[in-house]
C-alpha cells in the first residue's frame, strides 16, 4: 500500500464523513464547519491526482472567500429554531438517492471512459507541468468563456450589491 | 497510479447523492445552499478524475469556470436568503409558500 493509496482512503473518508455532517449535522454552524473539512479533503483528493492548480485554487476560492460569504450571512441571520430535517422527505430520498449512486456508478464505469485520449500523456506532463498545461490552455482555447466570466462576476457583484442592500435608506435621506 | 480511477469517480458520485439529499430533507435555506457546494464538489472530483484518465486537462479549465460560477451562485444565493429574511423574518423553506396556489 503506497503513498497515494494511503491518501486516497483518508481523504475520501474525511470527505465523506464530512458530506455526512454538512447534511445530517442539526445545527447550521456544525454544517459550515463540516463543509471546510470537505473542501479540505477535495483538495487533497486533488493534490493526490495530480492537479496542483485546482487544488491551490480549490483552498484559495472555496475554503476562504465562499465559506466567508457563508459564515457572514448566518452571523446576520438568528439563529434557526424549527425542525433541521424533515422525515416525510428523508423516507423518500434516501432510495432514491441510492438508486441514483447505482446508476451513476454504472455509466461512468461501463460507458464514459471509452472516450478518445488528449494529448496531455503522463510524458508530456511531466515535461511541462500541470499548471504550465491548464494556463496555456485556458488562455488559448479557452479566452473567449474566461472572458465571459469574468462578466459573470461583475453581474454577480451588481447582483448583490442589488439585492442586499436597504430600501429604507434612500427615504430617509430625502 | 495505484488507486483506479473508478474509484474517484464512485466517490464523486456518492458526495453527488449526499447533497441531492441534503437538497431534498433540509428545512433551512442556507443548508440548502450549502448542498448544492457539496454537488458542485463532486462534479469537480469526477471531471479532474476524467482528465487524468484521458489524457486531458480541458476538464481542469472547467473545473475552474465552476470555482467562478460557485463564487457567483454564493454571492446572489446569500444575497436572496438576506432579502428573504429581510421581507418575511424567516429562512424555513416550507414557510416561503407566496408561489403556491
Not at chain 2, 488507486?3 to 439529499?21: F, Q
Request: charged share 15%; hydrophobic share 60%; no cysteine.
Amino acid at each position: 500500500m503506497d503513498l497515494h493509496a494511503i491518501a486516497f482512503w483518508s481523504f475520501s473518508a474525511l470527505a465523506v464523513i464530512s458530506a455526512f455532517g454538512v447534511v445530517f449535522a442539526k445545527n447550521i454552524v456544525y454544517n459550515i464547519l463540516s463543509l471546510i473539512a470537505a473542501l479540505i479533503a477535495v483538495s487533497g483528493l486533488f493534490f493526490n491526482l495530480g492537479a496542483e492548480l485546482l487544488g491551490a485554487l480549490q483552498i484559495l476560492i472555496y475554503a476562504v472567500a465562499i465559506v466567508v460569504f457563508y459564515v457572514l450571512v448566518i452571523s446576520t441571520v438568528p439563529e434557526y429554531k424549527g425542525q433541521s430535517v424533515d422525515p416525510k422527505y428523508m423516507l423518500i430520498s434516501i432510495p432514491t438517492g441510492f438508486a441514483i449512486f447505482l446508476e451513476l456508478s454504472y455509466v461512468s464505469i461501463y460507458g464514459a471512459w471509452a472516450s478518445s485520449t488528449g494529448i496531455f500523456t503522463p510524458e508530456v506532463m511531466q515535461d511541462v507541468g500541470n499548471i504550465k498545461a491548464v494556463s496555456s490552455m485556458l488562455f488559448t482555447k479557452y479566452l473567449f468563456p474566461f472572458e465571459v466570466a469574468s462578466l459573470i462576476l461583475l453581474v454577480a457583484m451588481i447582483g448583490a450589491i442589488l439585492l442586499g442592500r436597504k430600501e429604507q435608506v434612500m427615504e430617509e435621506n430625502q | 497510479m495505484s488507486i483506479p480511477y473508478e474509484y474517484y469517480v464512485a466517490l464523486s458520485g456518492l458526495l453527488m447523492v449526499l447533497g441531492l439529499v441534503g437538497v431534498t430533507v433540509r428545512k433551512n435555506i442556507i443548508a440548502v445552499l450549502l448542498s448544492t457546494e457539496l454537488m458542485l464538489n463532486a462534479v469537480n472530483i469526477a471531471f479532474v478524475a476524467f482528465d487524468m484518465k484521458l489524457h486531458d486537462v480541458a476538464g481542469q479549465v472547467f473545473v475552474f469556470f465552476i470555482l467562478t460560477i460557485a463564487a457567483a451562485e454564493a454571492a446572489i444565493g446569500l444575497g436572496l436568503v438576506m432579502a428573504i429574511y429581510r421581507l418575511r423574518k424567516d429562512v424555513d423553506v416550507e414557510k416561503l409558500t407566496e408561489l403556491k396556489l
